[in-house]
Structures are given as structure tokens and as C-alpha cells.
């Protein structure tokens, strides 16, 4: 089992600063990796896939970057409906996602 | 429009059985994975088991292999997660989502809603 691990839990970004996630993989997984945004009361959303490809009609301030074993998703510029909860999973082998890290408002 | 529709709740007792639905619209059914995923309160998300409906080929989690069984209709466009014997522990939401395979194994590019499942006494 590949475990994934994101840091930090909880991420407290004033709006229109840029916020950096960060999810490790325990073993290397190429470019194998989705980012989702999970709104309260929402179900899942796919944000980026392939590590830094972003999923249709998701705004150019997200991006995705990393291979092998690291990898960050940044928001440029946060707007208020962007404080919610990320996500990240890999599909290297059977799919596992990390804990989460929590986006709030500074 | 593209979508999955999951009813919003189911609440049963312990020892009850119980199957939930996915049915796809908008898009070819028989032409991509459905897979569940489930979110304890307050917790993240699990892979839980994913099948083709095209073939019905379908492959679950260790974690979950034998505690759940995932199946699908397609002449109806629907994919379900039922169990047996339902326990307090299985209280959670329940999502569907689509999966797109790279290679061998999947991203998810739709979600349902979820349903959420209450197991009490």
C-alpha cells in the first residue's frame, strides 16, 4: 500500500496570498497524482490530475507540480471560495489518498 | 448534463442489509470505471472498490474486500455498494465518482453527492 502524507494539516493564508500544499508519497509514483476540494457539505472535486494537469473548467490560480515522491498544489491568489479542504491521491497502484490539509482564512 | 445521482440518506439497524445506487446520465456509462469511496464523520476519504460496467470486471481495497459488494446494471446506467450485515462502524457517506484510468489505475473526474448512511440502534 502507497500512504500518502500531506502537510500541514491546517493551512491559515490570508485571502489573495498564495497558499502551498504539500503531499509526499511513500514510494515513488511518478506524475501519478489528482488534487481534489472537498467544500463542507460537498462531495469531492478534481482539481488537478497527472500532477499538473488542472480538470476542466478549474481556474489557471491552481497549479500542480512535482514527480517521483513530492509533490505541491498552489493556489496564486485565494479567493473565498477557495478555503475548504484539499485532497491529494495517487494512481500508481490501488488509489490511495492523504489525510487532507485544511484551508483557513488567516 | 454530465452526472451522478445517489439518493441522500439511508438510515437501518445493526444486522440490516442494505444496497445503495449510482446511476450515471450524460455520458456513455458502459465506457468508464465507477468506483465508492467512503468519509467517516469527520474524517478523509478511502477507496473502497471499482467496477467496469461494461464487463462488470470489478476490483475492490483489502481493506474492504469480503465487508462490501459493488455491482452495476448498465442496462439501467446504475452501479450499487450494498452489504450483508450492516454494523454501527459503517455509519459514513458514501460517494460514487467516476474513475478515468492512466495506465492501470484511476483519478476520479465526477463525484455524486453522497449518501449518507446511519447504522443505530
Known amino acids: 500500500e502507497i500512504v500518502m502524507t500531506q502537510s500541514p494539516a491546517t493551512l491559515s493564508v490570508s485571502p489573495g496570498e498564495r497558499a502551498t500544499l504539500s503531499c509526499r508519497a511513500s514510494?515513488?509514483?511518478?506524475?501519478?497524482l489528482a488534487w481534489y476540494q472537498q467544500k463542507p457539505g460537498q462531495a469531492p472535486r478534481l482539481l488537478i490530475y497527472?500532477?499538473?494537469t488542472r480538470a476542466t473548467g478549474i481556474p489557471a490560480r491552481f497549479s500542480g507540480s512535482g514527480s517521483g515522491t513530492e509533490f505541491t498544489l498552489t493556489i496564486s491568489s485565494l479567493q473565498s471560495e477557495d478555503f475548504s479542504v484539499y485532497y491529494c491521491?495517487?494512481?500508481?497502484?490501488?488509489?490511495?489518498f492523504g489525510q487532507g490539509t485544511r484551508l483557513q482564512i488567516k | 448534463e454530465v452526472q451522478l445521482v445517489q439518493p441522500g440518506a439511508e438510515v437501518k439497524k445493526p444486522g440490516e442489509s442494505l444496497k445503495i445506487s449510482c446511476k450515471g446520465s450524460?455520458?456513455?456509462?458502459?465506457?468508464?470505471?465507477i468506483a465508492w469511496v467512503r468519509q467517516m464523520p469527520g474524517k478523509g476519504l478511502e477507496w473502497m472498490g471499482i467496477?467496469?460496467?461494461?464487463?462488470?470486471?470489478?476490483r475492490y481495497s483489502p481493506s474492504f474486500q469480503g465487508q462490501v459488494t459493488i455491482s452495476a446494471d448498465k442496462s439501467i446506467s446504475t452501479a450499487y455498494l450494498q452489504w450483508s450485515s450492516l454494523k454501527a462502524s459503517d455509519t459514513a457517506m458514501y460517494y460514487c465518482?467516476?474513475?478515468?484510468?492512466?495506465?492501470?489505475?484511476?483519478?476520479?473526474?465526477?463525484w455524486g453527492r453522497g449518501t449518507l448512511v446511519t447504522v443505530s440502534s
Open positions: 514510494q515513488d509514483i511518478s506524475s501519478n
Open positions: 497527472g500532477a499538473s
Open positions: 450524460g455520458y456513455s456509462f458502459t465506457k468508464y470505471w
Open positions: 465518482a467516476r474513475g478515468v484510468v492512466t495506465d492501470i489505475y484511476w483519478h476520479f473526474d465526477l
Open positions: 491521491q495517487q494512481y500508481s497502484h490501488w488509489p490511495s
Open positions: 467496477i467496469y460496467p461494461g464487463d462488470s470486471d470489478k
